[in-house]
């Protein structure tokens, strides 16, 4: 097995910028698929999507060392959890959140933020959702879970997510543009079926239990001390209308100082988000790269191109300082040669850009793997 990334070195490691400290927890490029980090001001303490699953079965690792990677991703997140006083979850994949009856630690005492489970939401993490805060419940409410339910609000805006992505729908698709408005089309059917279980099912309402608070963060922004904390509105996770549903980002600003932290905009595959990323022009951006190593089956040529363009104008129009450009993007051995205008650009800036794995001082292990397996 190679030799994983240690919690020291990675504690060895942060990213400073003026008074804010970024741990990069664990990121795909260590070995298991995760994209966590602590945040750190003078006066918060911020864990963010802390979970992690073991690799995709095309990754060259035997199934055993990508599990005993899986629980070394998880104990070093664990870890660092015990310095966190709140925790952010942008998602209800299980490589941005741990169940809360395995990892009772990780969330006690806290305050956690997370993403609205009655909206913008698929069927899949609708259901995750309420099993993980079902769990908190179970853990720190004394009560029954159902206790967490309400009914849904009267009134809910609920607009063709479209109509918020002027820049990518006004994009020229060629001889592509009619079988792309197909799918835009599929698209706003199943987002209609979506929106029927949001305005009739129960809603999970927020709650202050006794060892810790909930709270929907969508859209909202939090003060503490001299720390803003700034989180987006739901975007797709991936391209418009992607199945897997929305995530949620932040910023989290001190002093002028800025990080900011995307989730999975895989790329970011839409234009709209790149631009907003340019006009946040963060000092440290943590930055989802696209899936690479779906490319040909679920990922097509102009989709992957229009992540690379998108990339290309972030590293064009911000003066961030550092990009951690992982998750996603780290499952595919030929990340960099797919990638490889995007890493020009960045040289030609005299940008940083790097996996996590990278800025802890090693090569990412699918590099490892690869250079193994040419050199024998």
Not at 163 to 176: N, Q, R, V
Not at 231 to 241: A, K, S, V
Request: aromatic share 12%; charged share 25%.
């Amino acid at each position: 097995m190679f030799a994983p990334i240690t919690y020291q070195e990675i504690r060895n490691h942060p990213i400073v910028i003026g008074d804010i400290k970024i741990y990069l927890v664990w990121f795909d490029s260590y070995g298991a698929k995760s994209s966590c980090v602590l945040i750190e001001t003078p006066d918060l303490h911020l864990l963010v999507d802390p979970g992690a699953s073991a690799l995709q079965p095309s990754y060259p690792l035997p199934n055993e060392e990508k599990e005993e990677l899986r629980k070394i991703a998880l104990e070093t997140i664990t870890r660092f959890s015990r310095q966190a006083d709140t925790v952010f979850i942008s998602h209800y994949h299980y490589d941005h959140h741990v169940s809360p009856l395995k990892a009772k630690e990780m969330y006690k005492g806290k305050k956690i933020w997370i993403k609205d489970p009655n909206c913008w939401i698929n069927h899949s993490q609708w259901k995750r959702s309420r099993v993980f805060i079902g769990e908190l419940y179970e853990i720190y409410g004394g009560r029954n879970p159902k206790g967490i339910y309400a009914k849904p609000l009267e009134q809910i805006k609920l607009d063709d997510p479209t109509e918020y992505l002027p820049l990518a729908m006004a994009k020229d698709y060629g001889d592509y543009q009619q079988r792309k408005n197909q799918l835009l089309d599929k698209g706003r059917a199943w987002f209609k079926k979506l929106a029927v279980r949001w305005q009739t099912e129960d809603w999970v309402s927020e709650a202050r239990l006794k060892d810790m608070d909930i709270q929907i963060c969508d859209g909202s922004s939090f003060k503490n001390g001299s720390t803003f904390v700034r989180f987006t509105e739901p975007m797709f996770h991936g391209i418009e209308f992607d199945r897997v549903g929305w995530i949620v980002g932040l910023t989290v600003e001190h002093k002028g100082r800025k990080v900011m932290y995307t989730s999975d905009l895989q790329g970011p595959s839409i234009e709209d988000y790149a631009q907003g990323i340019i006009k946040e022009n963060p000092d440290v951006l943590i930055l989802d790269g696209p899936p690479t190593y779906l490319f040909g089956y679920i990922v097509n040529r102009i989709n992957l191109q229009r992540a690379i363009d998108n990339i290309c104008a972030i590293l064009r129009g911000t003066t961030s300082k550092v990009i951690i450009y992982d998750h996603h993007l780290l499952r595919d051995a030929r990340y960099k040669e797919r990638l490889a205008s995007a890493y020009t650009m960045a040289g030609k800036h005299k940008m940083t850009l790097l996996t996590a794995a990278e800025w802890v001082g090693y090569d990412p292990l699918i590099v490892q793997i690869t250079q193994k397996a040419v050199n024998g």
